[in-house]
């Protein structure tokens, strides 16, 4: 079993700075893609940020330039730096990965979510 456990979210002024993370645990031979996903109040889940085992990115464009996707393979953690942050980025944010268990079968897995609110 694989479990991904997110942390880093809550309360920021707008204009402001979070850093989320997430770090994938259990039977795991090795991970691909891993992302952040939102879902803020009446909207439909969006993807935020991925980024894959060599380190490419991909942004949705209203983040572009705000905020960072990383990951430290040896450590299965992927990370959101989320900076200038902005009202209409309030939502819960899912840590979402694809991962190759120690069965060998690829899993899609999910976070429980965590909350973020930009807020004055």
């Known amino acids: 079993q694989v479990q991904l456990v997110e942390s880093g979210g809550g309360l920021v002024q707008p204009g402001g700075s979070l850093r989320l993370s997430c770090a994938a645990s259990?039977?795991?031979?090795?991970?691909?893609?891993m992302g952040w996903y939102r879902q803020a109040p009446g909207k439909q889940r969006e993807m935020v940020a991925i980024?894959?085992?060599?380190?490419?990115?991909n942004y949705t464009d209203s983040v572009k330039g705000r905020f960072t996707i990383s990951r430290d393979n040896a450590k299965n953690t992927v990370y959101l730096q989320m900076n200038s942050l902005k009202p209409e980025d309030t939502a819960v944010y899912y840590c979402?990965?694809?991962?190759?268990?120690?069965?060998?079968?690829?899993?899609?897995?999910w976070g429980q979510g965590t909350l973020v609110t930009v807020s004055s």
């Open positions: 979402n990965a694809l991962v190759l268990a120690a069965t060998f079968r690829f899993l899609e897995v």
């Open positions: 259990g039977s795991i031979f090795s991970i691909n893609a």
């Open positions: 980024i894959t085992s060599g380190g490419r990115t």
